[in-house]
């Protein structure tokens, strides 16, 4: 077959011309159709999707990588479902220092963005298709709210609980002393008042078919928040989680007492968490994914194969393997379902 030359495609899509899930080397700009595949375990790989993909962003990705010495060697098109535009991966025998890797990853993202695309580097990536687990943290992740904060505007302490919320997903005060702060200003509050809360949580966008996904290829699914058991449980049905862990909210005559029952989930909890339940599951580490939004979530994502950001806050973006900015949680597939060989 004859070679694809990036340079003379113009603006056409790469859709148009490359042939999804199957790998192409890359030299000068042409690309030759191959029979080989990446192995998971070697190298790099960046994932970029979000509009169509023309053979001009992918020149721009590639200008882009070799400024950091990083060679693509192949790419491979990939649609991870039919409900997300088609992705591109690329590939690369390169390695990074844990600091240059942070700074491609916080270039790829504003080239892609440029290109009107979301754009991830990452090692070792989890495979859909073998058993897994997910660890998500709730409010602002699998929930598009803060529990807290809407209890507080019920209650009309909004304000108030909101400013500390803030504070403490961006790092900027310990979590156990934010959590003990907020809830006391919830004291007196009613249950019935929450209930209609609890019944109709939002969802994120794609959180559901995501775990729905997940749940068919085998994955062990955990909600591990520092929000309420209240909520969490809520979550359970929809979601098909398998287990979830948050604080207790104690309540007496139906009111809250503005009090939190047992240990508090917090980002080390979180983490121990996911690494008891990998330990229980007897899976390898780059099958174990976390995704959260919070400071709180960085020690959890951390002890994750994968640490992904959703819609996160600044500095969680810029620490975490991998961010989804905007859009569908469904993309988070981008990062699963990379078309690659495992060594096993």
């Not at 694809?4 to 790469?14: I, N, Q, R």
């Not at 042409?30 to 020149?59: C, N, W, Y």
């Not at 409900?83 to 892609?112: I, N, W, Y």
């Amino acid at each position: 077959m004859s070679p694809v030359s990036l340079t003379h495609l113009s603006e056409k899509t790469l859709s148009q011309v490359l042939t999804l899930t199957k790998w192409y080397q890359v030299e000068n700009a042409q690309l030759h159709l191959s029979d080989k595949a990446p192995l998971r375990q070697q190298g790099i790989f960046i994932s970029v999707f979000g509009d169509e993909l023309t053979a001009m962003s992918t020149i721009a990705l590639l200008s882009f990588a070799a400024q950091y010495k990083v060679v693509v060697s192949s790419l491979c098109l990939y649609q991870p479902d039919s409900q997300l535009p088609v992705g591109l991966v690329l590939h690369s025998d390169s390695h990074l220092s844990d600091t240059m890797m942070s700074e491609f990853r916080h270039g790829l993202r504003g080239v892609a963005a440029d290109q009107g695309l979301q754009g991830s580097c990452i090692t070792n990536p989890a495979d859909l298709k073998q058993k897994g687990l997910m660890v998500m943290d709730m409010d602002s992740t699998a929930i598009s709210i803060e529990c807290i904060d809407e209890i507080a505007r019920l209650a009309g302490v909004y304000d108030e609980v909101a400013s500390v919320t803030a504070q403490a997903m961006a790092g900027k005060l310990a979590f156990n002393d934010s959590l003990h702060q907020r809830v006391g200003k919830l004291e007196g509050v009613e249950l019935s008042l929450i209930q209609t809360l609890k019944d109709d949580l939002p969802l994120m966008p794609g959180i559901q078919t995501l775990c729905r996904i997940l749940k068919s290829h085998d994955w062990h699914l955990v909600i591990a928040s520092g929000g309420f058991t209240w909520f969490a449980e809520a979550l359970q049905k929809p979601l098909q989680l398998d287990a979830y862990y948050a604080n207790e909210l104690e309540i007496s005559d139906n009111r809250l007492t503005g009090h939190v029952i047992g240990d508090i989930v917090n980002a080390q909890r979180k983490a121990d968490i996911l690494s008891d339940i990998r330990a229980k599951l007897a899976l390898p580490k780059q099958q174990c994914v976390a995704i959260g939004d919070g400071a709180n979530d960085l020690v959890m994502m951390a002890e994750a194969g994968t640490g992904i950001a959703v819609h996160g806050k600044p500095k969680v973006v810029a620490q975490a393997d991998a961010a989804i900015c905007q859009g569908s949680l469904l993309q988070v597939l981008y990062l699963l379902a990379i078309p690659a060989k495992s060594d096993h």
